[in-house]
């Protein structure tokens, strides 16, 4: 069964810095790009980050450019978001999600459960 | 980037009617669209892919169609398990937008 499970989410302050990480299973994870998707309280979801299954290629939210930094090691089958610079318009429930692969295929089929984040003095 | 807005931003309705979701891009995206729906405290689920593709498992009773700017979901016959909310996604090009969504209600 194809899985993601994140953690690493937490309460921090503002300015401060939480690596999130994303454990994943049940597929080959190295053959695939991945995301991070995330969802203010309420609100509707926001695209943070994508990474190209070799790290090749790295696109980030002009949201959060210069602040977060998002990495892999497909040898652990791991997904990793570090935020440093934390503010609290950044707090919110963060998904990892796997992209299926092929030509044009750049929609999230399978996403973790979340993980979640408060930036609060 | 590409903005995306959808309407209605909140709908009403009742089991067995057929809904239509519009979802449009502030350019053209090609057939670059995702739908996805989601429930209070859980993830999205992918329902539709390139505008009109019927992910694997999702019930066929959600269709998609479109092209270019303007998009549509349409359920057939709304099933008590489709009370959710809805978000359409461009990804045509970085950075992927999502449209606002779209919450489905009990009339």
């Known amino acids: 069964e194809v899985q993601l499970v994140e953690s690493g989410g937490g309460l921090v302050k503002p300015g401060g810095s939480l690596r999130l990480s994303c454990a994943a299973s049940?597929?080959?994870?190295?053959?695939?790009?991945m995301n991070w998707v995330r969802q203010a309280p309420g609100k509707g979801l926001e695209w943070v980050s994508s990474i190209s299954s070799s790290s090749s290629y790295i696109y980030y939210a002009d949201s959060v450019k210069g602040r977060f930094t998002i990495s892999r090691d497909n040898a652990k089958n791991s997904l990793y978001l570090q935020m440093n610079s934390l503010r609290a318009e950044d707090t919110a429930v963060y998904y990892c999600?796997?992209?299926?692969?092929?030509?044009?295929?750049?929609?999230?089929?399978?996403w973790g459960q979340g993980t979640t984040v408060t930036v609060s003095s | 980037d590409i903005q995306m807005t959808q309407s209605p931003s909140t709908l009403s309705a009742s089991v067995g009617d057929r809904v239509t979701i519009t979802c449009r891009a502030s350019q053209s995206i090609s057939s670059w669209l995702a739908w996805y729906q989601q429930k209070p405290g859980k993830a999205p689920k992918l329902l539709i892919y390139?505008?009109?593709s019927l992910e694997s498992g999702v019930p066929s009773r959600f269709s998609g169609s479109g092209s270019g700017t303007e998009f549509t979901l349409t359920i057939s016959s709304l099933q008590p398990d489709d009370f959710a909310t809805y978000y359409c996604q461009q990804y045509n090009t970085y950075p992927f937008t999502f449209g606002p969504g779209t919450k489905v209600d009990i009339k």
């Open positions: 390139k505008a009109s």
């Open positions: 999600a796997t992209e299926p692969g092929g030509s044009g295929s750049y929609y999230m089929d399978v």
């Open positions: 049940g597929f080959t994870f190295s053959s695939y790009s």
